[in-house]
C-alpha cells in the first residue's frame, strides 16, 4: 500500500475510534444520569452533548487528523458540523424510527448515521483540521 493510501486509512481508522468511543461514552453516561438521577431527560442529554463536542474536537485535532493547525473558524465550523449532523439522525429517527422493529427502521436509521459520519469525516478532514500544516 502507498503511505499516501495508508496515512488516510490510518486517518480514518483514528477518526471512526474517536467517533465511536464519544458515542459509547456519551451513550453510558446519559444511561447513567437517566437510569440514577432525577436529572430532566432532555436538558442532561444537551448538555451532556455541548460538553462532549470540545473534548471529541481536541480528540480529532490531535488523534485522528494529527492537526499541526486548524482552518479558520474551525471550532466554529466544527460545532455547526456536530449540531447539523445530530439534526439530521434525529430529525430522520424521528420521522422513521417507532418502538415497532423492523429491519427496514434499523436500515434507514443505520444508513443515517453513516451517511452522517462520512459527512463529518470529509468536512473535518477538508474544512476544520490541516493535518499539512
Known sequence: MAPLKADRSATLVRFLF???????????????????????????GVVLYC???PVTFH?????????KMLKKGAFARYVALQVGCFALVSFVSSQHVDETFFLN?????YITVVTAAVLSFAVGRYLIFDPQA
Open 18 to 44: 474517536v467517533g465511536g468511543m464519544s458515542s459509547f461514552s456519551y451513550s453510558v453516561i446519559i444511561t447513567a444520569i437517566i437510569q440514577f438521577t432525577d436529572l430532566p431527560i432532555f436538558l442532561s
Open 51 to 53: 460538553l462532549f463536542i
Open 59 to 67: 480528540a480529532h485535532k490531535s488523534f485522528s487528523f494529527k492537526a
Open 105 to 109: 427502521t434499523m436500515l434507514v436509521y
